[in-house]
């Protein structure tokens, strides 16, 4: 059973433009929810993370936007670049003392130059 | 810092046989987790290991998988009687305390496949 609902599978963008990535989850015991990236033939890397008591977290080109009352949140990749063609995973931790992630299925995420 | 080391890279078994993945965890790090990646699918916790000590096996199948991670040497992933299914990308990731608040560094991962 997938704790957390990851959408879409698949994206592309054109080079400048925006992407979305889309999560949702049910479990309210979710306190820290990371992003990752992952390029081909290469472990997941922690890309940007945010508590539920934010709403909103920017780093460079990468927002992540958390709904706690709709128990969704997102990545958005601002001017997307090549560089950035990848696939994204979100995933949330389950309380301060839980060592385990649940992930999302994953977005492959495409930028044509 | 080379970072969390895998080996092999790649590896092909033939059904029946038995599968080893090595994992160093980056220097310092005593806290080592693996985890199976399907595909099209997101990572999925099996297990949490310290140096000697198995503390979390709630996602390891019950039958022919086991994990160590000696006082020396890398942790190792270990499936026994290989079957199609197994075949996925496998995680493993270190962390120098739990990784609870701190999050932890994955390594580049090791494809099996079994034919």
Known sequence: QQQVKQSPQSLIVQKGGISIINCAYENTAFDYFPWYQQFPGKGPALLIAIRPDVSEKKEGRFTISFNKSAKQFSLHIMDSQPGD????????????????????AGTTVTVRA | NAGVMQNPRHLVRRR???????????????????????????????????????????????ERFSAEFPKEGPSILRIQQVVRGDSAAYFCAS?????????????????????
């Open chain 2, 95 to 115: 962390s120098l305390v739990d990784g609870a608040n701190y999050g932890y560094t994955f390594g580049s991962g090791t494809r099996l496949t079994v034919v």
């Open chain 1, 85 to 104: 063609s990848a696939t994204y995973f979100c995933a949330a931790r389950q309380g301060s003392n839980d060592y385990k992630l649940s992930f999302g």
């Open chain 2, 16 to 62: 029946g046989q038995e599968a080893r993945l090595r994992c160093s965890p980056m220097k310092g790090h005593s806290h080592v987790y693996w985890y199976r990646q399907l595909p099209e699918e997101g990572l999925k916790f099996m297990v949490y290991l310290q140096k000697e000590n198995i503390i979390d096996e709630s996602g390891m199948p019950k």
